[in-house]
């Protein structure tokens, strides 16, 4: 996959990394404390991704962080479940 990332897309994952970090910041326990850490380390991992690759979005980005590989399980343990 390889695709082109718009401004509004770059915008939103840089809003969805701030939205996390302040969760990871308010959160009440470890576990949901290292969720919201690690969603806001995969959007963190896929706008250098981007960067690096001069706006597009290359299938490998998922092998070039642990975060974003792991991103699915990071969301099933905040949300208790599968999606």
Known sequence: MVGVMDQASMEYFHERERIERE???????????????????GYA???????KHGGTLSGR???DSPSLANIDDAIRRHNGGPF
């Open 61 to 63: 980005w998922s092998s």
């Open 23 to 41: 969760a990871a910041s308010n959160a009440t326990c470890d576990t949901a404390r290292l969720s919201h850490e690690q969603l806001a380390d």
């Open 45 to 51: 991992a896929l706008i250098r991704n981007v960067r």
